[in-house]
Each structure stands twice: as C-alpha cells, then as structure tokens.
C-alpha cells in the first residue's frame, strides 16, 4: 500500500511539473519582431516611439510595460506605424485596448480627410492589433502595402 501511494504522488509531481512548464509565455526580442514587420510595413521617414509617445500619443500606461520598440512615419498625412510592446502580467489586454483606441483615433480624423488622402485612409483603417501571449503588436503600413504581407511578418515574428 505504501509503494502505491509513492508512486501516485510520484506521478502527481512529475504531471505538476509538466503543468507549470506548459503555461509558461514565449518570450520575444521585441526589436527583433518589430523590425521584420517594420520591413515590410515600409514607414516612410521612421522615427523610433520614445516613452513620452507612449503615453502621451499611444495612451498606453508605461507601469504596464515592460519594453517596447517600434517606429512611426514622420511624413504628415501618411500612414505607418509599427510598434511591439512586452506588457507585464496581466496587462496584455490593456496595452492591446490602448493600441486600438490610438488605431480608432486615427481612423476617426482619417476619415475627414479620406477624400484628399484616400491612401492613407485606407492604410489606416486596415490596421492591425494583435496579441499573443504578453505581446501586443500595432501594425499600420505605408500605402501600397498588402496587409497579407504585414499579418505574415507579425506571425512569422511570434511564432
């Protein structure tokens, strides 16, 4: 009887071990990821996201990172955005909200001007935001960029 009870918390162990190794997070070089999608994204002019553009321009809440990287067009009137944050625990949901009211803002004043720059508009509204594990990832190419290409890079990146 005892050797049975041995072995049962044997496998009970070795099964908790297997259960706490399977829940663990992917962990991503988030310059890495960035820059492949950044290339085929095409921002014309780059100019790199400091923490000031992420709280003040993205809204995203800077005690919830913890790294980013990414790059934003300095060409007025144009599209492209790319930007890949690491949240802390818990957070990934937030930081993705964040990222799509920022894509929901630009789509709103876009749409003013959708008739002098239909590109852009359309650039901008074909956005992408994505999560996966504790990553977030907001993608808005440059125009002429098929957002295929973009949805491959950002799966490519994280897989």
Request: hydrophobic residues 45%.
């Amino acid at each position: 009887m005892k050797r049975f009870f041995a072995g049962l918390l044997a496998v009970c162990l070795v099964g908790a071990a297997f259960a706490g190794c399977s829940g663990s997070s992917a962990n991503y070089n988030v310059n890495d990821v960035a820059s492949a999608v950044e290339t085929v994204a095409k921002i014309e002019n780059p100019l790199d996201i400091t923490e000031d553009d992420l709280t003040y321009e993205f809204g995203v809440d800077m005690d919830k990172v913890e790294e980013f990287s990414g790059q934003k067009t300095g060409v007025a009137n144009t599209a492209g955005t790319v930007l890949v944050v690491k949240a802390s625990a818990g957070s990934v949901d937030d930081i993705k909200a964040a990222l799509e009211n920022y894509k929901n803002g630009l789509v709103s004043v876009s749409e003013n001007y959708q008739n002098d720059f239909p590109e852009a508009y359309q650039q901008v509204s074909d956005g992408r935001v994505v999560a996966k594990g504790d990553y977030a990832v907001l993608a808005i190419a440059a125009a002429g960029v098929d957002y295929t290409e973009v949805d491959a890079a950002i799966d490519e990146a994280l897989k």
